[in-house]
């Protein structure tokens, strides 16, 4: 995933984990783990196990997106669930500077039932090829909000509240979803 993010730094929540002894988690299909696993076992298994799952359903988010315009319209895009490191403080990231654009969301600070809002925030950047926030992006992200029955951006809001809108909550605790206890 470093390849395409802006600095390798964003992905490097693995390397920071300590894999010191850790509760056992059973996997995904009952069977049960070692006992003394650490974070970084834990979450490099459950993703082993479950990342083509939600990168599916992130791939479906990412479709009804390029449903709301017409197919010549449509950016070259491409989405992945990774865990981002925390203090860069993003829920994901619109990389326009690689090909095809690629659409890194942190499926781990998002609950599923709002992966369309970040997705369709993150579309926005990839539909304009921009990073902004401006006047574009905000006319850009309302129609596409109608098209997915998002909650639409105020007509006069500034580039500082278009930085987290469609709204939904952030998770505490965004590595939990990873180690599969959420």
Not at 53 to 58: H, M, R, S, T
Not at 78 to 99: E, H, K, M, W, Y
Not at 123 to 131: D, I, N, R, W
Not at 142 to 167: F, I, K, N, V, Y
């Amino acid at each position: 995933m470093q390849g395409f993010v802006l600095d390798p730094a964003m992905v490097d929540v693995m390397e920071t984990l300590p894999d010191a002894p850790a509760l056992s988690r059973p996997r995904s299909d009952g069977a049960e783990r070692p006992p003394l696993w650490g974070d970084r076992t834990i979450i490099c298994t459950w993703i082993g196990e479950n990342i083509h799952v939600v990168n599916e359903a992130l791939r479906c988010c990412l479709e009804a997106c390029h449903e709301c315009f017409y197919p010549q319209m449509r950016p070259d895009t491409r989405i992945f669930a990774v865990p981002l490191a925390q203090t860069f403080g993003l829920d994901g990231l619109c990389n326009i500077s690689i090909t095809p654009i690629t659409i890194l969301i942190d499926a781990g600070r998002v609950t599923p039932e709002n992966w369309l809002s970040i997705v369709a925030h993150e579309y926005v950047h990839a539909y304009l090829g921009s990073p902004g926030h401006g006047k574009d992006f905000a006319a850009v992200l309302s129609h596409l909000c109608l098209g997915l029955g998002l909650e639409t951006p105020p007509e006069q809001m500034d580039a500082t509240s278009l930085r987290s809108w469609p709204p939904y909550p952030s998770i505490s605790d965004p590595l939990a979803f990873w180690r599969g206890v959420t």
